[in-house]
């Protein structure tokens, strides 16, 4: 490939990705903000995740039986705190 | 050709330049709500279509350099330095990172190749993907300016053409040479990818920490790369360095070694933030950390700051590298300054005795030894500075302080897993850690009476104890390992009535990430074990004339023949080993040193016979030049193979982890459909 | 002074100490084919250990000779000790500190605090029991 092929071979490539990058569609993905319930599912989500592998841990033996009442009885309060929110965002 | 090369760079130059710029301005304009002529969405789009494009041109660019090298087209200097015409055509591919203006090609590609990726998947999330995409934009930039201006790979040869080019580097010839610094690369340039994706979730405030589950896979991937790059490299340095050791703690290994370590520490302390919302500040920081040491890695060994034996690609591009760092840390400092209200912790730690303080203390070490490992290598810049004399900061050095600290991460391996998250009190755990203990002393009583013993003629030896401690250690935390497996799936197997393996099996399935984590440890303390060997290594050297033999642990070589061949690549030499153990001939090796023709360079080729127990390793030194008669070294190395074997656990580990986990029977994470929220099956999360 | 004893001592301080020609490897172990100076600097470490010299004065004495940086750790005196306290030093307070920040982010054991128990919230928790598998269902 001589000097001046490979100067015009380039220019044909920029011409073409220049195409690509400017092509006029109005298909583009559009960027939706988070809603908070979007987030608190995501939490809740988070929580059972939490709350599943407290409760295999405790039958696999490692906490005794007191830690792992207290411990549950913590995080499921807040599983339904964050679900009674949840709620009463889907209502509104 | 070099004409289309040089005009692709521009075209990539121009468009990362397109994609920096129109990103921030529309990402400016989407937070600020302001309006402007064009719709800021659209220009974002077009932002990312760039961004592609520029991928396509920069493949160009090194697809142009890779034809020149195999066509030979020594008008182009990196070409005529790098290459020649007998060279394998493996080798002409390992041309394009043997230099460094074709690493830095090799770099940006990769990182095109990364971006292209994450555009295309950017309907993920897609603000969050805008963010990253336009950082990654920043970055590249950087790289292309560097290929394009400083270290142009297609710059053209003055004077007269040369029938052929110098060749490639011998060191460099040989099977891992073509995949190690590839890999290398994929693993620092990867990790680009989590740093903006973190930097970008910080500067738009991302409500929650989804954006770590997004770079979860990432992360791994990048790790992965990065383990296998290091290991790789450790290979090639012990079957082609020919000293019988795999790692020298030279500037160049340590520099891969310090972004692993905090990457590392990174997989672990996120954890943290996913469940519970803690660290936020410090896994910014430490993913910070990783970009940034991967760069000054770069500039440690590129900018001719510290002397290794990796000295075939040095140059004067430090400068731009010690620009580019201090944009980097500047841009990272500011925006932490700026938005560290949004990373305050939700939580607090519950308990002393739990998995989360286990991290934390993980986190330490694995930061300690970073420390050391970067102190150690800047000292002897530092020492020059103040007191006027360069010191040496080698092997000794490390290993007095570096071992202690990995032996106690070790020991947080085998600690770690059997705490469970959030408190207990030790006494609910303490049964749990029965039958490790007693494995741990179980073997340190068998090592001491087999004869590993950490002294010699009543001498303590330092090494020896260190292995006695890491064979211990290995034993607890494998066994620690195997009983969470096994407590698992027991739980399981009561549950479903299942066989204890299945159990495993489903056990696995169903929390992927945190098992294959366990089989990732499993991995190290297969290499642990292995690089304990080093402890027992020995070695014998002796002139070798025909028929004569020398005898090293249970092997006697005996010399058969030393003969000579050539090729068009390069002249050798080789003698012929007959390997007898009792009596009997077990093999044959061939150690050889051959001569590069169009680098006029030698190189031994090391003959290796491995087995679970040792390696035999074998080097062809040379001939005495009075007697003509070759000198043979050998090396009787323990345990090396259960190196490369750990790497295999820990490869298999983090594709167990990158699978997505079951979701189990009471599938009720499923929320209803119409409430539009993401439909995506849900992740099983913990660790 | 048996033979066995001068290849040991010769085994150790080759590894304390470096070859000279610039490719920053332990005098023990270079092995680069053609290399200038690991020879000769063998030979002579071999000829001081045959005089008895400790091993102080054998490594004073290749420091002399080709500089400070053939030793292959820094020395454990004036500037360069701090080489060797601050991985040490950086530890130890990484150490403390970690413990510190531990203590303080303890809150103590986890108490389960009287919670609003309205007949709401109850079912709510139910629910999220019932949903994380704390039954015998095959869940956890």
Known sequence: ?92 | MAAFGSFALLIALALAAYNLFAGVIALRLIATGQSARISPERLADTARRAGIAGFVAVTAAAFALVWSVFNNDFSITYIMEHSNRALPAPYKFAALWSGQEGSLLLWAWLLGAYGFVLRLLHKTDVKLYAYAGTILAGVQLFFLSVVNFAAPPFSLLKGALPDDGNGLNPLLQYPEMVIHPPMLYLGYVGFTIPFAFALGALMMRYPGEKWIRITRGWTMVTWLFLTMGIFLGMHWAYAVLGWGGYWGWDPVENASFMPWLTGTAFLHSVMMQERKGMMKSWNVWLIFSTFILSILGTLLTRGGLVSSVHAFAQSSIGDWFVAFLVIVLAVCIFTYILQRSHLKSEQRLESLVSRESSFLFNNLVLLAACFVILWGTLFPILSEYVQGTKVTVGPPFYNRVAIPIGLFLLFLTGVGPLLPWRSTSLRAIRRNFVVPSIALWATVIVCLAVGARPWKDGVFDTGNFYALVAFGLSAGVFTAILSEFLRGAGVIARQTRRNLFSAMYLLTRRNTRRYGGYIIHIGVVIVVVGLAGAAFNRSQESELGLNSTMAIGPYTLKCVGFTQDSNLNYDSEYALLDIYQNGKKQFQMTPEKRVYLASQQPQTMVAIHSVLSWDLYVVYEGTNPDTGQPIIKAFLNPLVSWIWAGVVFMVIGTFVALVPSLVPATASLRVPASLGAPTEPALRGGD | MGAADAGARFNNLSHRLMCTCGCAQLLGECNHVGCTESGRERNELSAAIATGATDQQILASFAAKYGVTALAAPPTHGFSLVAWIAPLAVFAAALLGTILLVRQWSVGKAQATAQASSPEMDALREKVRRETGSGTDGGF
């Not at chain 1, 001589?2 to 993905?29: C, I, R």
């Not at chain 1, 039958?59 to 792992?68: L, Q, S, V």
């Open chain 1, 1 to 92: 490939m001589t000097d001046l092929q490979g100067v015009l071979a380039g220019a044909m490539m920029a011409l073409a990705l220049g195409v690509y990058t400017f092509w006029p569609e109005n298909a583009f993905a559009s960027q939706r903000e988070k809603t908070r319930l979007d987030y608190l599912l995501e939490r809740k989500e988070q929580l059972y995740e939490n709350l599943r592998d407290l409760n295999f841990e405790y039958r696999a033996g490692k906490y005794p039986e007191e830690d792992f009442v207290a411990q549950r009885a913590l995080l499921e309060d807040e599983t339904a705190q964050l679900l009674a929110e949840i709620e009463h965002l889907q209502q509104a």
